[in-house]
């Protein structure tokens, strides 16, 4: 290998930029030319090609979004657009590919890879936690501290106003986020895309709450929830609870930006700096991941097919018990 191409793509998730710096910074150590390539696949099907060096990752390491810019490209969907982004790499002398990204990021780099025989590796970087072969995916940590936060603003008006609020969050159809925030923010009822919830429970648990002295409560909704999102379950809700006056926020895009937390840095760290170890030491087609806060390989395939159910049994089964 003597030129790596890097880039991020996909959603973009907080962390991304320190994992630009270290798998720079890890290529050349290694004696290695590496190019960043702007706009995930994109960039490659329009040719833009930047050479890295150490100091063009100077002062990043604490940025949200990414320096290379991100998108969702259809054109790499097809076989043409991969035979033009194939092309164009051979062109600038791109020997080998570091991908950042979630599962559609993986799932083109894995058809590339397959077609064209060039050396890969995927680093799971989402704010969805959704991909197997990793505990934790670059940017989940930043985004559930981000939704915690809000909750606990939340939560302050609600208490003032005795009222009820629906908070919708991301995650796509992983309820990673909505569990976790849902618990530290101490929800009163947390409806996921993993698990059915019906809306006579919901009223249920909420009517008990309120008969028990409850003023205010605080219902998390993932995105990806079988009811129909947080404007639907609020009015459903509204038609038989009349307890205290209901309010929906959705949180979208604010999940997605902002300071990476020291977690997420230092994974992005372990995981730039791994990805170009494995990709010297002859690895393709794997993504690198933490699990047990050991770095794994895992097959790039299995990564993007056991979209794993990652909920913790306990979790699931504390949420309703410590928010009676
Ligand atoms: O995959 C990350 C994510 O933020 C999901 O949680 C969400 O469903 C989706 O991306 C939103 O995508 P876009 O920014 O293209 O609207």
Redesign the pocket.
Known sequence: IKKIGVFTS??DAPGMNACIRAVVRTGIFLGKEVVGIYQGYQGMIDKKFINMDARSVRNIIQLGGTVLKTA?CAEFRTPEGRATAYKNLKEEGIDALVAIG?DGTFTGAELLSREYDIPIIGIPG???NDLYGSDFTLGYDTATNTVLEAIDKIRDTAASHDRLFFIEV???DSGCIALHAGVAGGAEAILLPEKETAIDDLILKLEEGALSNKSSSIVIIA?GEKNGGAYNVAKRVKERFNFYDIKVTILG?L??GGTPSSFDRVLACRLGYASVKALVAGESRKMVGLRGNLIQLTDIVESINNHSYKLEEDLLEMSAILSI
């Open positions: 996909g959603g969702r979630g989402t704010i969805d991301m995650g796509r995105e895009h999940q997605r």
